[in-house]
T-cell receptor
Framework: GQQVMQIPQYQHVQEGEDFTTYCNSS?????IQWYKQRPGGHPVFLIQ?????EVKKQKRLTFQFGEAKKNSSLHITATQTTDVGTYFC?????????FGGGTRLMVKP | DAGVIQSPRHEVTEMGQEVTLRCKPI?????LFWYRQTMMRGLELLIY????????DSGMPEDRFSAKMPNASFSTLKIQPSEPRDSAVYFC??????????????FGEGSRLTVL
């Protein structure tokens, strides 16, 4: 079955440093979604990418979808303490959505 | 809109007891998902429904788990009998699925289950 891997599992950064999490699928995806889960909270949708090579920005967050539609990344510029949480990618293939294991981001003030 | 509503928020029970978790999806959404989240295994899809029909239940751990969706506004996940290894946060999510592709998932706040 489809597998979605995410690295790293954990990342500690100093406030103001950049952060990147990577997502890789074992199969070609039709779309990729990104979610953020704050500690003690529930996953909240951030964005969906559909096109090969697509890049989208939300303020300090930049999302990329690979040319082969098998990988994706989320980059945060100049992290803030409010960025703390776990970031999940979810790969869509047909009507199935498979979540990666998540990257837990910790930010030191 | 009130969003996806789950109950109970917290449940502590003893091994062997029956547990029923409830979910009310967002009105108008045609897909409903049950996920389980643990530190060890992350977010696992247990089952999903489309138009109230179970489409994929391959993630349901074993016969102790069952899920129903009697109508578009209600779903239950039942564990009978419960075991300590079932302790986890159970999330319900709903979405509007069009053209065979799953759209944005809206998650409920989760039900934290502890089985002693």
């Amino acid at each position: 079955g489809q597998q979605v891997m995410q690295i790293p599992q954990y990342q500690h950064v100093q406030e103001g440093e950049d952060f990147t999490t990577y997502c890789n699928s074992s199969t070609t995806l039709s779309n990729i979604q990104w979610y953020k889960q704050r500690p003690g909270g529930h996953p909240v949708f951030l964005i969906q990418l559909v096109k090969s090579g697509e890049v989208k920005k939300q303020k300090r967050l930049t999302f990329q979808f690979g040319e082969a539609k098998k990988n994706s990344s989320l980059h945060i510029t100049a992290t803030q303490t409010t960025d703390v949480g776990t970031y999940f990618c979810a790969g869509g293939a047909g009507n199935m959505l498979t979540f990666g294991g998540g990257t837990r981001l910790m930010v030191k003030p | 809109d009130a969003g996806v509503i789950q109950s109970p928020r917290h449940e502590v029970t003893e091994m062997g007891q029956e547990v029923t978790l409830r979910c009310k999806p967002i009105s108008g959404h045609n897909s409903l998902f049950w996920y389980r989240q643990t530190m060890m295994r992350g977010l696992e899809l247990l089952i999903y429904f489309n138009n109230n029909v179970p489409i994929d239940d391959s993630g349901m751990p074993e016969d102790r788990f069952s899920a129903k969706m009697p109508n578009a506004s209600f779903s239950t996940l039942k564990i009978q009998p419960s075991e300590p290894r079932d302790s986890a946060v159970y999330f319900c999510a709903s979405s509007s699925q069009t053209g065979g592709a799953t759209g944005e998932l809206f998650f409920g706040e989760g039900s934290r289950l502890t089985v002693l």
